[in-house]
T-cell receptor, first 114, second 114 residues
């Protein structure tokens, strides 16, 4: 199957700083990328959908200014957590799809804000 | 909107025994159906998917699922589990539309014991 690479796999940052997470489709062009957040022992919650070259569509309750998403190319989307606080600590997962119905997932990023 | 209900939050099972994970969905439109597996601190891996055609779908690692439109179910089965099947399993549904956004169930934790 297609490969989606997410980086970093884990990051620790100080409260008030910003953190950028990258999601790359390695062997296909991703027309759409999705960003999810997952709390311990819970399911994935969709945060936003991004299409290459256009603004991301955020789900209800997700702060656009807090979670900045950029999808500048068909192989790269980034999620920046701005002014991070301890409550932003979570597992963030991206997925990417091409023109088929299947989405391919990255390995996830464990963010810890101290 | 679509919703997914995974009827079992935890399923303990002995090695080499069969396992069934139950999934029901609701949607006002036609959908695609998926089962994903997640190992600790990792992203999601697709086990199988139903897009159209035969209602019995075979996936990786010996898993299969059957789509039942009248019961709006998509139960996952494996006739003989291994210790390595210990993981979190998610059922997901997406609309047959351009965005293919996935809605996930709450997940089922499968613990395989020797």
């Amino acid at each position: 199957g297609a490969v989606v690479s997410q980086h970093p796999s884990w990051v620790i940052c100080k409260s008030g700083t910003s953190v950028k997470i990258e999601c790359r489709s390695l062997d296909f062009q991703a027309t759409t990328m999705f960003w999810y957040r997952q709390f311990p022992k819970q399911s994935l919650m969709l945060m936003a959908t991004s299409n290459e070259g256009s603004k991301a569509t955020y789900e209800q309750g997700v702060e656009k200014d807090k979670f900045l998403i950029n999808h500048a190319s068909l192989t790269l989307s980034t999620l920046t957590v701005t002014s991070a606080h301890p409550e932003d600590s979570s597992f963030y997962i991206c997925s990417a799809r091409d023109l088929t119905a299947e989405a391919f997932f990255g390995q996830g990023t464990r963010l810890t804000v101290v | 909107a679509q919703s997914v209900t995974q009827l079992d939050s935890q399923v303990p099972v002995f090695e080499e025994a069969p396992v069934e994970l139950r999934c029901n969905y609701s949607s006002s439109v036609s959908v695609y159906l998926f089962w994903y597996v997640q190992y600790p601190n990792q992203g999601l891996q697709l086990l199988l998917k139903y897009l159209s055609g035969s209602t019995l779908v075979k996936g990786i690692n010996g898993f299969e699922a059957e789509f039942n439109k009248s019961q709006t179910s998509f139960h996952l089965r494996k006739p003989s589990v291994h210790i390595s099947d210990t993981a979190e399993y998610f059922c997901a549904v997406s609309r047959r539309s351009n965005d293919y956004k996935l809605s996930f169930g709450a997940g089922t934790t499968v613990t395989v014991r020797a």
